[in-house]
């Protein structure tokens, strides 16, 4: 998780369909429910820690039809992961090319920032190409920069920043439908929209459970892992908004200025403007923000690397005796840290496009991580009432409740995300994601049952060795 990168990337979507009030009571409110899905997701974590997360619970937890939950739980999973890599990788372009252009009035080709969409890909996977002990130093060093690069930009920031804003704009300033650039006509959709930006942020939290078979002790240290990582992200991401919208310097600017409606960018550079009288120092600034992506988008191929081995583990994958080899040499999974940057590099080609086609992208990692999160909760709450055995976190006579509220909460943000963000609708504006998720899903079932060469013959469902709860209690 990176709260760096989610409000960088998406807080124009936040300012453009709400304003600073809704996003300064939409994050609090998004946190709120998001606690349930964390909690369900540690308790799970914790009696199952798996590298496959997600897809090894829906298995464990299904009852009869438990592969099948697992099959489409899994390529939910990989669609949602692969699309985050693609989003990161889109921010830090959109970083580069409003830099260039700010600074030096060169208006990147959508082919020159494809070509550096591949090369950064390219990078971060030889970065993920090392030794477990290389990329455990290297996760460490992530986890200090997200927090020194929230701390740098909440005192820097208003340092620099000679005028600020009062509260009462912060808190009690929502844009209208007619100062929405997004063609909606109603307050109620608009703020709806408007949580895109807090929920992107908050994706994510699945990585613990996917490195958990290189961690010790997983049963406790994978569940204390998630919450830690929400409750800092929580945090850390409010005061950083706090901090951005009060320096705003000319409101009307932000999505007009010369960053061209990269809202995050603008603030930083219209501040660092009006103290110095020029923005170059702003550009320079957003190397904080840069790194953080960075190392943000190394994480995150490092989760996906291993999701998609343990699924070639169990014959998931095309060609899975091939995915599933571990390296000799560093004793991890290089070639699936290959295959997520390959992934992802074609997940990056509508960028070919505009940004704009890429956009999608966001509201389709988030989407598809919240029903990869959802169908193992529903599992426990149902089939598998029988199956799990707690570990030892375990949320005792709540876990129904919070588990039920945690589906409630994806239930609505899915179907939040498949409605149209821009109106008139046309093929530049279509929201896709709805497609992509229906893709998904009568695709998976399809290639489950087709008969002979079907996913039920031959996908090996996860087994899990039930001997570790006996282990936690003796430790």
Known sequence: MSTTTGIVGTLSAGWNYGGPACIMYGWPLVCFFTTFIGLSMAEITSGLPCAGGPYFWSAWLGGKRGPLYSWITAWFNILAQVATLASVTSELMAIISTSVSLHYGIVLSQGHLYAMFVGTMVCVGLMNSGSTRVLLRTISFSLFWQVLATVVMVLVLPTVAPWHQSASFVWKTSFGVDQ?????????????????????????????????????????????????????????????????????????????????????????????????????????????????????????????????????????????????????????????????????????????????????????????????????????????RGAFVPGSFHLGRWSDAIGTIALIWIAFSVANFMLPSVYPITLETFNFTPVAVICILIGSVITWYLPGRGACYYFQAPKFKRPLRSRTVQR
Request: aromatic content about 12%; overall charge positive.
């Open 180 to 384: 929405s650039t997004s063609g909606i006509t109603s307050k109620g959709y608009l703020y709806m929209q408007s949580l895109l930006l807090p929920q992107y942020a908050m994706i994510g939290y699945d990585a613990c459970a996917h490195m958990s078979e290189e961690t010790t002790n997983a049963g406790r240290s994978a569940p204390r892992a998630i919450l830690l990582s929400l409750f800092a992200s929580y945090f850390a991401g409010y005061i950083l908004l706090i901090g951005m919208l009060f320096c705003v310097q000319d409101p009307s600017n932000v999505m007009t200025g010369s960053a061209g409606g990269f809202a995050s960018f603008q603030i930083v550079y219209d501040a660092f403007t009006a103290r110095f009288g020029n923005g170059s120092a702003g550009i320079l600034f957003m190397l904080v923000p840069t790194i953080a992506l960075l190392l943000c988008l190394f994480s995150f191929v490092t989760s996906s690397s291993r999701l998609l081995y343990s699924f070639a583990r169990n014959q998931g994958l095309p060609f899975s005796k091939f995915w599933s080899k571990i390296d000799s040499v560093t004793h991890t999974p290089r070639r699936t840290v290959w295959l997520a940057t390959c992934l992802a590099i074609v997940m990056g080609l509508p960028l070919l496009q505009s940004f704009t086609a890429l956009a999608a992208v966001t509201t389709l990692c988030t989407g598809g991580s919240m029903i990869a999160y959802g169908i193992p909760i529903a599992c426990k709450l149902t089939v598998g």
